[in-house]
């Protein structure tokens, strides 16, 4: 099993900045890769950003050049630092996790929101 919490969601306004933390129970080289998704109301959860073991990135094309997905192998911590926020942005952001088996884990959310 893996337990993941995040934190640093909150409200900001447009154009303003946030950065998000997942803190995993396990050390990062257990798992094939840590992100990100997020869900507005009345809509599908998305992928926003994920960083594999190996260090490959990858973004939803609506966040590229403002948000930066990164890992702090020691602390077991994956962040997102989101920059130039907009309304649309608005969501619970969840921390996603893949072990080394492909298990599926998930984090209870974070709410952000940006006001216009």
């Known amino acids: 099993q893996v337990q993941l919490v995040e934190s640093g969601g909150g409200l900001v306004q447009a154009g303003g900045s946030l950065r998000l933390s997942c803190a995993a129970s396990?050390?990062?080289?257990?798992?094939?890769?840590m992100g990100w998704y997020r869900q507005a109301p009345g809509k599908q959860r998305e992928l926003v950003a994920t960083?594999?073991?190996?260090?490959?990135?990858r973004y939803v094309d609506s966040v590229k050049d403002r948000f930066t997905i990164s890992r702090n192998n020691a602390a077991n911590t994956v962040d997102l630092q989101m920059n130039g926020l907009k309304p649309e942005d608005t969501a619970v952001y969840y921390c996603?996790?893949?072990?080394?088996?492909?298990?599926?884990?998930w984090g209870l959310g974070t709410q952000v929101t940006v006001s216009s």
């Open positions: 996603n996790a893949a072990d080394i088996r492909w298990r599926n884990y």
């Open positions: 396990v050390n990062f080289f257990r798992l094939n890769y």
């Open positions: 960083i594999s073991r190996g260090d490959s990135t």
